[in-house]
């Protein structure tokens, strides 16, 4: 009777005999064995990936055999294509250890030792050498790892390990309109099921509500409740906007709290998604309430308005109270536009991706609820009390122009993913140091991109805002001048030569060179002036004004300034000296 191989290696043999089926390295090299379990049925061979001897996160290979050794199934994970660049040693387990810690503001809360290990990590079809730093928390009891890029030292992923409740359903991402491409669907269109995504619902409680860390729905009247968990219903059902609004706000909050916001969100919101009979959703921060519209089309069926509102949520906590007045209202609601849009707008394709509420919109001027490409300037169409919402539009083009300027509009979706999240990040940093006006907002991005990015845009960001009026242009020069001859005689001819450059912002439409000349006693003898038009920004101009020197002149040393002027506002000059003799 022959023997039975041991299960390993009739595992790698099995694997070898089908590496084009699998794609898989010759060697097989690349695995490593990480356990064998006996089951009644046979064995469980499982095997991890690695690269240069570090680990591919979540990378397996599961080989179930029966008591023989003959393969019944394979689950593969394996990435054949992988290649990292030999990389050098970046920030220090130590280091990795404190950002992460630093991340998630729980020292207080450690329950045990935080270790780290190096591992090769994946994020949108990109490969990281990363940390893995294992943080294990008490009150409540909890355990997160955290990756951060080995060279970067930035936070890639925040992952929860603590198993909770995971239940099933339907939703819309955002709305029909962008799934099917359609823009002339009704509210009594037919909704075909390619329209819904079958999605996970994380976090729950395990309750059978929709009832978990973030939001709760709890005071929606006649609740869904399945104790299976699965929630899996059409628009026709009412219950349907409840798995909407559970699905989206808790997909956000996670969502935010990768980018690295971990603070935020941390308290449950509480949802009615069946609120007044009326098309009109808000937030009540007193109770921390979400309430969604019942009209025409329920608010709540629409995820770009879910998010929208749940924008208040984290503004409120970010500076409590934004929003609530006429004046800081617009900033308010052409940030929850803005979020929304930007969240989405990789959705088939980015069809429809600059207007918010395309589903909630149907019937409405343009068919959205707003949108974020308009072409309003401040502060001209700014209209003032009563119109936060159309005012708002003004600040969602801006950080939208923003957005695109950092890449949002690139041919590659990998960048334009970068751009969302850099972006999005960009935002919510500067919203902590919100205050009254657009102005002051616009400074809170400034600052925010000297914060988290050193200053990477602000050059682009600048530019958006100025062109949307809502910073004035920096008007900027350069000069340089010399005289010739340094040493000149009475009645003879002196001549300036002055080189400027256009530093600023703004095209130069009218400006001018004003030299001016003083004696000892700083008395001015002598004005030239020279105009200066339409000069481009970067741009340099040289020109010469000459100046006979009059014969009632008396010799000495005298002084001269170089000045330039736009808008009869001085904005550089320089100096120097000349020695008039007999």
Known sequence: MKDVEHPERAARNFLLDNLKLFKMKESLKDLTLIKITDSLGGSHVIFQ??????????????????????????????????????????????EAIHIAIDAL?????????????LVIYQKREKYYVAWRIAVPLINPIEEWHVFIDLKAGKILDILDMLLKATGRGRVFIPNPVVVLGDRNLTPESEIPDRAYSKVLLNELDGSGYLRGIHVDTCITPNRAKEQNLIFN???????????????????????????????????????????????NSY???????????????????????ILHEYCHVILDEQVPGFGLNWNTCPIAEGFGDFFAACFFA??????????????????????CVSRVDNKKHYPEDFLGLDSCDRDGEIWSAALWDIYLEMG???????????????????????????????????????????????????????QVLVKRGILFPLVKVRVQAKVEPHVVHIGSILTFSINI??????????????????????????????????????????????????????????????????SRKKTGSVEGKIMVIA
């Open 233 to 279: 219903y059409s628009r026709s059902d009412p219950r349907f906007k409840e798995v909407m609004a559970y699905y989206h706000i808790n997909e956000a909050q996670r969502y935010i709290r990768g980018l690295g916001f971990t603070a935020l969100g941390s308290e449950t919101i509480k949802v009615n998604v069946q609120g007044d009979f009326v098309d």
């Open 283 to 305: 937030y009540n921060p007193d109770t921390r309430e979400l309430i969604f519209g019942t009209w025409y089309i329920d608010d709540a069926e629409d995820a770009d308005i």
């Open 501 to 566: 450059t256009n530093t600023g912002e703004v095209v130069w439409k009218k400006a001018k060179i004003v030299v001016s000349i003083h004696n000892e006693n700083h008395l001015m003898v002598k004005k030239l002036t020279k105009r200066i038009n339409n000069m481009q920004v970067g741009k340099q101009k040289s020109l010469e004004k000459s100046w006979r020197i009059p014969k009632g002149l008396k010799k000495g040393e005298y002084t001269y300034t170089a000045s330039v002027y736009y």
């Open 346 to 367: 990789e959705i088939n394709e980015g069809f429809n991706r600059e207007c918010v509420g395309d589903w909630n919109g149907i019937g409405k001027i343009g068919n």
């Open 105 to 117: 503001k729980v020292e207080k809360r450690l329950s045990g030792k935080v270790s780290g290990e």
């Open 49 to 94: 990936q690695f690269f240069n001897e570090l680990p591919i996160h979540n990378t397996f290979i599961s080989v179930h055999m029966d008591k023989k050794n003959l393969v019944k199934k394979v689950d593969i994970c394996y990435h054949p294509d992988l290649y990292i660049e030999s990389w050098e040693m970046g920030i220090s387990q130590e």
């Open 408 to 462: 949002g509009d690139s041919k590659t979706k990998e960048k334009r993913l970068d751009a969302r999240d850099n972006a999005i990040r960009l935002i919510i940093e500067s919203n902590f140091n919100l205050n009254l006006k657009f102005e002051d907002a616009a400074d809170a991005i400034i600052i925010a991109d000297k914060t988290i990015y050193d200053g990477a845009n602000e050059h682009l960001i600048r």
